[in-house]
């Protein structure tokens, strides 16, 4: 299984980015598929996660601001990050979590200027 994300940059404080994910590879159906997010001498945390059914989880410091999607069909997941922070400055890394296994995507940076 492989993960290729795609869509980090640099933008303004209040701006918008998309970010995708793609897997590839043998993937069972009922998965979860996430994105974390780990700023310079900070821990890796979650940001949002999406099952196959579609049920969504965000970190606090998201909620209202960041919404998450999946194309199963495409085994692809999107975060649409609006009101974009400073503080969401981060490398960005795609999770698939499927059969108790785990896959991390290569990492994205999101660079937020104020």
């Known amino acids: 299984v492989q993960l290729q994300a795609s869509g980090g940059g640099l933008v303004q404080s209040g701006g918008s980015l998309r970010l995708s994910c793609a897997a590839s590879?043998?993937?069972?159906?009922?998965?979860?598929m996430g994105w974390y997010r780990q700023a310079p001498g900070k821990q890796r945390e979650l940001v949002a996660d999406?099952?196959?059914?579609?049920?969504?989880n965000f970190a606090d410091s998201v909620k209202g601001r960041f919404t998450i999607s999946r194309d199963n069909a495409k085994n692809t997941v999107y975060l649409q990050m609006n009101s974009l922070k400073p503080e969401d400055t981060a490398v960005y890394y795609c999770?698939?979590?499927?059969?108790?296994?785990?896959?991390w995507g290569q990492g994205t940076q999101v660079t937020v200027s104020s």
């Open positions: 999406i099952t196959s059914g579609g049920s969504t």
């Open positions: 999770k698939l979590g499927v059969l108790k296994r785990t896959f």
């Open positions: 590879g043998s993937i069972f159906r009922i998965n979860v």
